[in-house]
């Protein structure tokens, strides 16, 4: 029987009680079990929605055959089209061909031969990949067959060939990627490169994402001429407000590296952890405190620098540091009360051994907060530090702190001026532990304490004054202090002579006595600012002088001024320098200037000091060291950056990169050239590894992120 549908007839086929197919059409034409639907055929069927020329359904073997300009859209995140499609409606499964299919969000787009669908999972063979504009794209990855997960967002590509324009650049039996941002685990990006003394370096990471709360990255290398080693990293979020990781770390050098260098370990091995928790005490005692509580965990340890160095492979994004502090710092506040325990170790990579250096381990504090009597014109505030500094050689000590300031305030004429007086209460207790294991100084530590106060009058002022685009504010304070009564026995009347205002810092009997004479002095300060009529900050000036009036030979202490001057809202310049009389020389000038302009990123600045003491191996007397970096973005596509460090001192450029980075919407390319000065721990003696690096960019997106992981490294031969 034949019947002629006119426009816009539904057909329902009811399969199982929850599928259904609707078919809406032009014109549908019925004969026994076959259906033929021609003009806007458009099809319905759960969470697809899929439009044709013409259709024809069989409603014996349910399957549903598709014509010419196919489009379909599911959850409205994807699209494939074809000339062909079989849709299965029983079995569930879907043909397409040709196929091709985009994505929506990241802009992936495939074409093969043919697709096939059943449920979640979708086969595909013979076809191409890309992120570029599928018209002549610039770069494409051509495959054998390929399998995606619509559930997981998971694409596999096997025997997979990435083209750049029509160039054969690599090969790769297997190539998966997400299509989401949903952590899962697998294979990251992988990070190569060569150098003509290590050899080929390959390191490949591995990512474990099994609950959502934490996820392990393993980081295995190889490189060929010096070792192997891995790398591993545990991340994890144990509440709403604590998280942390953990690392860890080994490497084991080649016996002939390992002669060759004359490094001090083959093997270099090492861990960190890092734990922040803004609310530890109720989380963890279940209590209900008001106050804040809060827990902050840095540790690390390793046998020397090299564990640092091995750590990656990009000099810029692994900077190598010769002192290394672990901290732990814990602590409870309230409005009025602070609690606080510090634990410090530091770690000096240049050295076979750090049993002499000092540790915190730990410091206690508490702190009652600024109070006020009278009308606010009586303030006083308490604070109690206690150190205890241990070593595993030679001498300890237990230091404790006290400080009490009392201060008396009023405001004189209407407010224009304020006028203070300041006495300041402070003991410093020692008790002391250890031997000292050289026996030409004296071992004879006695517990002591010393007691003091001074005395402090401050006179102050602040104006300010509106005009029509800006506004001046200028401060003026001037303070004096004076020392009152002092009390000491023990160990500060025994070294007082010997140790006081730092004269011997040398000799190991001062290394405790951290105790200063208490100069009568004034100092004046001037600070201004000056505001646009929006408040952004234009202008900020201070200039600082101390004067002496118990040392008439040094009368006038170091004259600071600081400036910093929002030139425009593009330039920038910082300055900071301190003028020694003593010596009619500065004794610090550091300036900085600051361009962000014309597509420019500038940043430029230099450190000259001189302690003005003679020089000695460990301690220099001059620095003089230049700092700058610079970026210049010519339009969306074309960018140059450059690095330079350089020591004056030493004539010796620390380090110095330039390099240049295309970019497309669908890919990137760069390449840097850069040189780095690399400490190294070898026969008992620091050392140091000047290094040449280039570095390859090549950023596929959205397959790839911009992480650095994209980086192709070659190491050049070492200068020295």
Known sequence: MLKTVVVFLSLLVTLYASDKVEIFASTMVSEGNIVKATGGVTVVYKNYFITADRAIYDRNSSELELFDNI??????????????????IAKKEKFFKPFYMSDKNTRVWMSANNGTSKEKLLDVKSGVLSGCNPINPLWKIEFSSSDYNSDSKWMNLYNARLYIEDIPIFYIPYFGFSLDTTRRSGLLMPSAGYSSNEGVYYEQPIYIALSNWWDLEFKPQIRTQRGQGIYQTFRFVDSATSRGEVSTGYFKESESYFKQNNLQNDSHYGFSMKYDNNDFLNQWLGTDFEGQ????????????VDYINLASNDVRNNSTSTQVLSRINIFYNTDSHYL????????????????????KLPTLQYHYYLDTFFQDHLLYNLDVQSNNLTR????????????????????????????SYKANLYMQHSSFGGGEQNQTVSSEYNNGYILRNFHTIAISTQLTRGYEDFSHVIGLSISYNKAGTQSSNGYYADYEELCANNQNQNDARCEFYNISDIKE???????????????SEILYHRLAQNISYGNIGNRYGELENELNYQVTDYLSFYNNMFYNYEETNFSKVFNQVSLNKFGINLALSHLYKDTFVPATTLTPRLTSYITSTL??????????SALYNYDAISQTAKSQEIGFLYRQRCWDFGIRYSENRRPTLSSNVESFVDERYIYFTILLKPLMKDNGSSNITMQLPNSN
């Open 71 to 88: 489009r379909v859209n599911q959850d409205k995140s994807y699209k494939v089209l074809g000339k062909y499609a079989k849709l299965n």
């Open 293 to 304: 509580s809060g827990l902050y965990a840095d540790v690390s340890r390793m046998n020397d």
């Open 340 to 359: 606080g325990g510090y634990f410090k170790y530091y770690q000096d990579l240049t050295q076979v051994s750090n049993d002499d250096t000092i540790q």
């Open 392 to 419: 595993i050689i030679n001498k300890t000590a237990i230091q404790t702190n006290v400080n009490l300031p009392v201060t008396l305030q009023t405001p004189l004429f209407d407010e224009y001026m304020n006028i």
């Open 521 to 535: 002095e004034a100092q004046v300060d001037f600070i201004e600012y000056i505001y646009d009529d929006k408040g």
């Open 631 to 640: 970026r210049y973005t010519y339009d969306n596509h074309y960018s140059f």
